[in-house]
């Protein structure tokens, strides 16, 4: 089967850094995408990774590790507008499959 | 930048009858639709692949009697919910992709809230 795992929730204080780990099983691998998504509203685009190695951009870092079926988001000097799901999603042959989600919640 | 719409925005409807959701994809052609669902605090479930000018193509489970998808143009897509039933209500998001990409780049829409009573 396929299967993508997040942690289900993440709580951090304004300005903290908070890593977001996915783990994948999945048949048919491209790259690993991540996602947020507020309440209500639509997934919007984060990052992309096709290879190993860390992918920056801004105060969002995205690293994967082919080998080890192995992902993580990483949000620095968080926002109380963060407060958001994040999902992991696998780039696979035809379509993308997304994780379970990580909600995470900003605290002042 | 990419930009996809829903219509309606949010719905309420009977038991038994029928809603049709409609992707549309506003400054690009997209060769290929999905459609997928979403529960409270879920994450999104892929329900069909649609591809203009052909059939979708659905995921495992999912009936294809009941969620009918046409797909008759590059910038636009539907979803018909039929003969809905409380079991349907849900976050429906579409998303669409652009030929020519690197990877399978989907830009989504902001998504259709169905309330069957």
């Known amino acids: 089967g396929q299967s993508l795992e997040q942690p289900s929730e993440v709580t951090a204080v304004e300005g903290a850094i908070v890593q977001i780990n996915c783990t994948y099983q999945?048949?048919?691998?491209?790259?690993l995408s991540w996602y947020q998504q507020h309440d209500g509203g639509a997934p919007t685009f984060l990052s992309y990774?096709?290879?190993?190695g860390l992918e920056e951009t801004g105060r969002f870092s995205s690293f994967l590790s082919r080998s080890d079926s192995y992902g993580y988001l990483l949000l620095q000097e968080l926002q109380m507008k963060d407060s958001a799901s994040y999902f992991c999603?696998?780039?696979?042959?035809?379509?993308?499959?997304f994780g379970t989600g990580t909600r995470l919640q900003v605290f002042p | 930048g990419a930009v996809v719409s829903q219509h309606p925005s949010w719905v309420i409807c009977k038991s038994g009858t029928s809603v049709k959701i409609e992707c549309r994809s506003l400054?690009?052609?997209?060769?290929?639709m999905f459609w997928y669902r979403q529960f409270p605090k879920q994450s999104l479930m892929l329900m069909a692949t649609s591809n203009e000018g052909s059939k979708a193509t659905y995921e495992q489970g999912v009936e294809k009697d009941k969620f009918l998808i046409n797909h008759a143009s590059l910038t636009l897509s539907t979803l018909t919910v039929t003969s809905a039933h409380p079991e349907d209500s849900s976050f429906y998001i579409c998303?669409?992709?652009?030929?020519?990409?690197?990877?399978?780049?989907?830009?989504f829409g902001p998504g259709t809230r169905l309330t069957v009573l």
């Open positions: 400054d690009f052609q997209a060769t290929t």
């Open positions: 998303s669409a992709e652009t030929s020519g990409s690197f990877y399978n780049e989907q830009f």
């Open positions: 999603a696998v780039v696979s042959t035809d379509k993308l499959i």
């Open positions: 990774n096709a290879l190993d």
């Open positions: 999945t048949s048919g691998f491209y790259g």
